[in-house]
């Protein structure tokens, strides 16, 4: 589980998104990063027995920074009021799909996929859903899987309205072919972050997403 000091770190952090209040709160900050740091490689550690393809991965190389990217931003607050890890066998800068865990109070989920991936793979992946349809279907249909996500997000703005280009409108692939993402996440409450069970229901969604992103990543290698 996550310290509930971590959780008040972020709570006053989004309160008070500015350079003097996060340097005078450094060592809270540092505390803080140490106790995510440590569930995150649980996590590897844990869920890398069943998926060795993450087996190798190190906390803190999954972790973004806290710092926001603000140079073409309206938003200007200086800190992400989150912390976030992504734990991918190529890396977090890798093609391939990945686990996501991202705690944020009010806003915390776990799972993951191939967000946005570029257009080679991306055109790689529709290719295989098309081909293998019935093995994808399977996998998104299990009862596993559909007890923890139920479906794909399917954020408007990462679907497309109408197949793309070289698929017919009538194929049986049509709804996932327009996905510009394949992502499933879960979400979580706060009582949860600081739950004994937590480890356990990350793992388990992990465990349910693993064959998609067998899946996903077969199809860009």
Same mark, same amino acid.
């Given at each position: 589980?996550?310290?509930?000091?971590?959780?008040? /770190?972020?709570?006053?952090?989004?309160?008070?998104?500015?350079?003097?209040?996060?340097?005078? @709160?450094?060592?809270? $900050?540092?505390?803080?990063?140490?106790?995510?740091? +440590?569930?995150?490689?649980? !996590? =590897?550690?844990? @869920?890398?027995?069943?998926?060795?393809?993450?087996? @190798?991965?190190? +906390?803190?190389?999954?972790? #973004?920074?806290?710092?926001?990217?603000?140079? /073409?931003?309206?938003?200007?607050?200086? $800190?992400?009021?989150?912390?976030?890890?992504?734990?991918?066998?190529?890396?977090?800068?890798?093609?391939?799909?990945?686990?996501?865990?991202?705690?944020?109070?009010?806003?915390? #989920?776990?799972?993951?996929?191939?967000?946005?991936?570029?257009?080679?793979?991306?055109?790689?992946?529709?290719?295989? =859903?098309?081909?293998?349809?019935?093995?994808?279907?399977? =996998? =998104?249909?299990?009862?596993?899987?559909?007890?923890?996500?139920?479906?794909?997000?399917?954020?408007?703005?990462?679907?497309?309205?109408?197949?793309?280009?070289?698929?017919?409108?009538?194929?049986?692939?049509?709804?996932?072919?327009?996905?510009?993402?394949?992502? +499933?996440?879960?979400?979580?409450?706060?009582?949860?972050?600081?739950?004994?069970?937590? !480890?356990?229901?990350?793992?388990?969604?992990?465990? +349910?997403?693993?064959?998609?992103?067998?899946?996903?990543?077969?199809?860009?290698?």
């Amino acid at each position: 589980m996550l310290q509930p000091s971590t959780l008040k /770190f972020l709570k006053d952090l989004k309160k008070n998104n500015n350079k003097p209040w996060f340097e005078a @709160h450094r060592k809270q $900050y540092e505390e803080a990063k140490n106790d995510f740091a +440590a569930f995150i490689q649980t !996590i =590897i550690d844990k @869920h890398g027995k069943k998926d060795e393809s993450i087996a @190798h991965l190190k +906390a803190k190389d999954c972790m #973004f920074r806290i710092n926001r990217d603000v140079r /073409f931003s309206k938003d200007k607050s200086p $800190y992400k009021d989150n912390m976030g890890a992504y734990m991918s066998r190529g890396g977090k800068k890798s093609p391939f799909g990945g686990y996501y865990f991202h705690c944020q109070p009010g806003r915390c #989920f776990a799972g993951g996929g191939l967000w946005m991936p570029m257009p080679p793979e991306l055109n790689k992946v529709r290719q295989e =859903i098309d081909y293998n349809f019935t093995d994808f279907k399977k =996998i =998104i249909g299990s009862k596993k899987f559909k007890s923890v996500y139920g479906d794909l997000s399917r954020d408007a703005e990462y679907v497309l309205t109408r197949v793309p280009k070289g698929y017919e409108p009538g194929n049986p692939a049509a709804d996932y072919l327009k996905m510009k993402s394949f992502v +499933a996440l879960v979400n979580f409450n706060d009582a949860d972050l600081t739950s004994r069970d937590l !480890i356990k229901k990350v793992l388990t969604a992990f465990e +349910a997403l693993q064959p998609l992103l067998e899946f996903l990543n077969e199809s860009i290698s």
